[in-house]
Nanobody, 127 residues
Framework: QVQLVESGGGLVQPGGSLRLSCAASGSIFSLYRMGWYRQAPGKQRDLVATITTRGLTNYADYADSVKCRFTISRDNAKNTVYLQMNSLKPEDTANYFC??????????????????WGQGTQVTVSA
């Protein structure tokens, strides 16, 4: 089992910045692909960004709508993933969820492909 706790959401003006954090506990953090998803009212949950550790390198991927504005990063020593959001737009308003997706075998652990979610943190971009 993995427990995820997000923080850092809030109200920001268009063009502003926010940094979200997600602290993980309960398993081997580096074996999980970490991601941020968002869900606006009445809409489906969409992928924002993911980051995977392979060896000493982290590989990030982004939704087209946030490329060049958002940056995902992770600190495996602190079991934490971050989402730096710059040049925020009103359409970025949503509840942001942290996700952990197991990509490697953990003996005695959950099955590969298991997904875990945080409780979400609200981001509102408005003047």
């Amino acid at each position: 089992q993995v427990q995820l706790v997000e923080s850092g959401g809030g109200l920001v003006q268009p063009g502003g910045s926010l940094r979200l954090s997600c602290a993980a506990s309960g398993s081997i953090f580096s074996l999980y692909r970490m991601g941020w998803y968002r869900q606006a009212p009445g809409k489906q949950r969409d992928l924002v960004a993911t980051i995977t550790t392979r060896g000493l390198t982290n590989y990030a991927d982004y939704a087209d709508s946030v490329k060049c504005r958002f940056t995902i990063s992770r600190d495996n020593a602190k079991n934490t993933v971050y989402l730096q959001m710059n040049s925020l737009k009103p359409e970025d308003t949503a509840n942001y969820f942290c996700n952990a997706h197991l990509t490697r075998v953990i003996i005695g652990g959950p099955r590969v492909g298991s997904d875990y979610w945080g409780q979400g943190t609200q981001v509102t971009v408005s003047a």
